[in-house]
T-cell receptor
Framework: SAVISQKPSRDICQRGTSLTIQCQVD?????MFWYRQQPGQSLTLIAT?????????ESGFVIDKFPISRPNLTFSTLTVSNMSPEDSSIYLC????????????FGPGTRLTVL | AQSVSQHNHHVILSEAASLELGCNYS??????LFWYVQYPGQHLQLLLK??????LVKGIKGFEAEFIKSKFSFNLRKPSVQWSDTAEYFC???????????FGKGTTLSVSS
């Protein structure tokens, strides 16, 4: 399996500020994804982080609000920009690798509270 | 576009009762199907998965699921639930390789002892 770590594990931020979440994987992976899980809700895919190119965003999510970087096969960042209370959520990094039957693994998540 | 529908929002059972959680998906091609569980305060864990072959798949903790292609369904079952099964259960689907999982809205299972 792939072991995923995220930093920070939780944070409380002020409205209008930005937070960058880091995702580190213990092995090289083909695919990296970012999800959001709002309180009491299911997981919603934000974007696919592509190595060496711009991320692919799902409907309703834009690069200006959620810029993503993926400089190599083991690391990615998600920034939540100009935050509002509606951005309070758990943000999860997820990875998939073709060597493990494309199973998808999830990180522990970053719990963000925006005041 | 792919979508996943979970029929039950909240299921309440007594210990030893049988469980079946419904999941239907919408996708025209070959799919991979998954059930994940999220215990209170913990992160997602994979319960079981279906890629191909035997449509009845067995997972961890006594759970199983049956893929019925004609019904576009992948229902989760357990013959006898325990209090420790109290959790949120998510059905997820993925189409072509290399794409991300799409999740259903989840079902909250509460088991009373």
């Amino acid at each position: 399996s792939a072991v995923i770590s995220q930093k920070p594990s939780r944070d409380i931020c002020q409205r209008g500020t930005s937070l960058t979440i880091q995702c580190q994987v213990d092995s090289q992976v083909t695919m990296m994804f970012w999800y959001r899980q709002q309180p009491g809700q299911s997981l919603t895919l934000i974007a696919t982080a592509n190595q060496g190119s711009e991320a692919t965003y799902e409907s309703g999510f834009v690069i200006d609000k959620f810029p993503i970087s993926r400089p190599n096969l083991t690391f990615s960042t998600l920034t939540v920009s100009n935050m509002s209370p509606e951005d309070s959520s758990i943000y999860l990094c997820s990875v998939a690798t073709s060597t493990l039957q494309n199973e998808q693994f999830f990180g522990p998540g970053t719990r963000l509270t925006v005041l | 576009a792919q979508s996943v529908s979970q029929h039950n929002h909240h299921v309440i059972l007594s210990e030893a009762a049988s469980l079946e959680l419904g999941c239907n998906y919408s996708y025209g091609g070959t799919v991979n199907l998954f059930w994940y569980v999220q215990y209170p305060g913990q992160h997602l864990q994979l319960l079981l998965k279906y890629f191909s072959g035997d449509p009845l798949v067995k997972g961890i903790k006594g759970f199983e699921a049956e893929f019925i292609k004609s019904k576009f369904s992948f229902n989760l079952r357990k013959p006898s639930v325990q209090w420790s099964d109290t959790a949120e259960y998510f059905c997820a689907v993925r189409g072509q390789a290399g794409t991300a999982l799409i999740f259903g809205k989840g079902t909250t299972l509460s088991v009373s002892s």
